[in-house]
């Protein structure tokens, strides 16, 4: 079983930054994919950034420029600096993770997400 801890969430107003970080434990061989997804009241959830293993990175048009996504593949955490937040921002803010348990078993992790608000 792999955990997914993340941290970093909080109230800001707008223009302003905040950096969400996000952990995995437990039986770990290998992760191959980190991401991070929002989900704001009433909406669907949506894929803001992604990094691979090898550091290939994706991005939701709305937060290219903006958000940054990275990774420490040592310490199983993966982080997301955030700038010129705006207040349609604001979301619950999750983490997922991807990978290998065992060398014969795999698997695909949520965090249990943390709240980004976006106001004045």
């Known amino acids: 079983q792999v955990r997914l801890v993340e941290s970093g969430g909080g109230l800001v107003q707008p223009g302003g930054s905040l950096r969400l970080s996000c952990v995995a434990s437990?039986?770990?061989?290998?992760?191959?994919?980190m991401a991070w997804y929002r989900q704001a009241p009433g909406k669907e959830r949506e894929l803001v950034a992604a990094?691979?293993?090898?550091?290939?990175?994706n991005y939701a048009d709305s937060v290219k420029g903006r958000f940054t996504i990275s990774r420490d593949n040592a310490k199983n955490t993966v982080y997301l600096q955030m700038i010129s937040l705006k207040p349609e921002d604001t979301a619950v803010y999750s983490c997922?993770?991807?990978?290998?348990?065992?060398?014969?078993?795999?698997?695909?992790?949520w965090g249990q997400g943390t709240q980004v608000t976006v106001s004045s």
């Open positions: 997922n993770a991807r990978g290998s348990a065992t060398i014969t078993s795999g698997f695909n992790s």
């Open positions: 437990g039986s770990i061989f290998s992760i191959h994919y």
């Open positions: 990094i691979t293993s090898g550091g290939t990175t």
